[in-house]
């Protein structure tokens, strides 16, 4: 789905993600086939490996509540199943339990990890050209307790795909390029199963 999506700086709730060619698939293709799960099932599942913390931010948010995840697309993103066989999963977790994923819905993760990660998505926004949206204002709670904002975090190595929530009184700004808007549904985030 393309459109403009003019809420880029009015978030309240948001992720944000570097996506690109995964399993020889480049981003338009995977797009593709997930807007088909979103007309068949009525979602569609994005794996990816969430903090544990940021999952349980969002599953504390209420049903009625807007989570987003911003995109920046690099085309040369390193694949996170490169070298790995991948499983498909059978099942997801929420706080409402266990439950099958519709046969319309693939996704994967690793065979290296038990259990994975997925963005649970409502639509998918495909801006016409990438947008720079500034999220420094966002503070995302870390494990430790301690709470940092996202231009802080961005000085480590593997940051995201962690949730962070706007803050007014903050005047941080760090402007990343967002080429991909996910809407996700609630509960937001799912943990990816193989068996019940």
Same mark, same amino acid.
């Given at each position: 789905?393309?459109?403009?999506?003019? !809420?880029?700086?009015?978030? $309240?709730?948001?992720?944000?993600?570097?996506?690109?060619?995964? +399993?020889?698939?480049?981003?338009?293709?995977?797009?593709?086939?997930?807007? +088909?799960?979103?007309?068949?099932?009525?979602?569609?599942?994005?794996?990816?490996?969430?903090?544990?913390?940021?999952?349980?931010?969002?599953? /504390?948010?209420?049903?009625?509540?807007?989570?987003?995840?911003? =995109?920046?697309?690099?085309?040369?993103?390193?694949?996170?199943?490169?070298?790995?066989? /991948?499983?498909?999963?059978?099942?997801?977790?929420?706080?409402?339990?266990?439950?099958?994923?519709? &046969? $319309?819905?693939?996704?994967?993760?690793?065979?290296?990890?038990?259990?994975?990660?997925?963005?649970?998505? /409502?639509?998918?926004?495909? !801006?016409?050209?990438?947008? %720079?949206? /500034?999220?420094?204002?966002? %503070?995302? !709670? !870390?494990? $430790?307790?301690?709470?940092?904002?996202?231009?802080?975090?961005?000085? =480590?190595?593997?940051?995201?795909?962690?949730?962070?929530?706007? &803050? +007014?009184?903050?005047? &941080?700004?760090?402007?990343?390029?967002?080429?991909?808007?996910?809407?996700?549904?609630?509960?937001?985030?799912?943990?990816? %199963?193989?068996?019940?």
């Amino acid at each position: 789905m393309k459109g403009d999506f003019r !809420l880029l700086d009015k978030i $309240n709730n948001i992720f944000y993600s570097v996506i690109g060619q995964h +399993d020889k698939e480049d981003v338009k293709t995977i797009l593709s086939r997930k807007l +088909d799960e979103i007309e068949k099932a009525g979602y569609s599942l994005w794996a990816a490996k969430i903090d544990k913390k940021s999952i349980e931010q969002v599953w /504390n948010l209420k049903p009625t509540d807007k989570v987003y995840v911003v =995109c920046s697309i690099k085309p040369k993103a390193k694949d996170p199943g490169k070298g790995y066989d /991948n499983n498909i999963a059978k099942y997801y977790e929420s706080p409402k339990g266990v439950f099958n994923i519709d &046969d $319309n819905v693939i996704s994967t993760f690793s065979s290296k990890r038990k259990t994975y990660q997925a963005y649970y998505v /409502n639509k998918y926004i495909m !801006l016409p050209e990438e947008k %720079k949206m /500034n999220i420094g204002p966002y %503070k995302t !709670l !870390l494990a $430790n307790g301690q709470v940092k904002t996202f231009k802080e975090r961005f000085k =480590c190595t593997q940051f995201q795909n962690t949730y962070g929530k706007i &803050d +007014d009184s903050c005047n &941080d700004e760090f402007y990343k390029e967002v080429g991909l808007v996910m809407e996700l549904k609630y509960p937001f985030v799912v943990e990816l %199963k193989l068996d019940k």
